[in-house]
């Protein structure tokens, strides 16, 4: 999981920058919206339209957000809320579909056979959130597995960078380790919701 591995250096960089934020009373809300909206659209206007290299660097310009508003808000006075953590999932799950929707959509044009590997990858993307939401509403925690949201990110923005460089194959290879990682990742976290049950 290389989102386990970054996420505490990360942290540390953020930490700052987020305090300073605070201080002139930007909301983490405010940030997740900017993020959200500002990647989604990002995502349509640029890849829809087969530009990848520079829809990779707009795009997770505003997927950078998303590391901000978590600490933001655990920085908080209020330490974040429910309506915040759910405003955050509605707009990672919509920027996710996004990106992934418009590359499929210009290949489409052309009749690409890596369209359906797309659509498989952003159907169990949205799985493997879908799964530790439901786990977790019903007590059970339910983190990891090979490909986090964060690990899906790096993969496929690595794919369509190295694709806008033209790169032979990349964006093929992307999306394919892309949907079989997101695939395994929806059993990894059935099996520990299911070993949770069992041992409950």
Known sequence: MISA??????????????????????????????????????????????????GMVVTLFFILFDLLDGTLARMSDSGGSTWGALLDSTLDRISDAAVLGSVAYFLMKSHDRLVPVLIVALVAGGLVSYIKARAEGLGIACNGGLAERTDRLIIIFLALGLAGLNVPYALMVGAWLLALASVYTIFERLLIVYHATKSA
């Open 5 to 54: 591995s970054i996420k505490a250096p990360v942290t540390r960089v953020i930490t700052p920058l987020c305090g300073w934020l605070l201080a002139r009373g930007v909301s983490a809300n405010l940030l997740s919206a900017i993020g959200g909206l500002g990647a989604s659209v990002s995502a349509i206007a640029f890849f829809s339209r087969g530009i990848y290299f520079w």
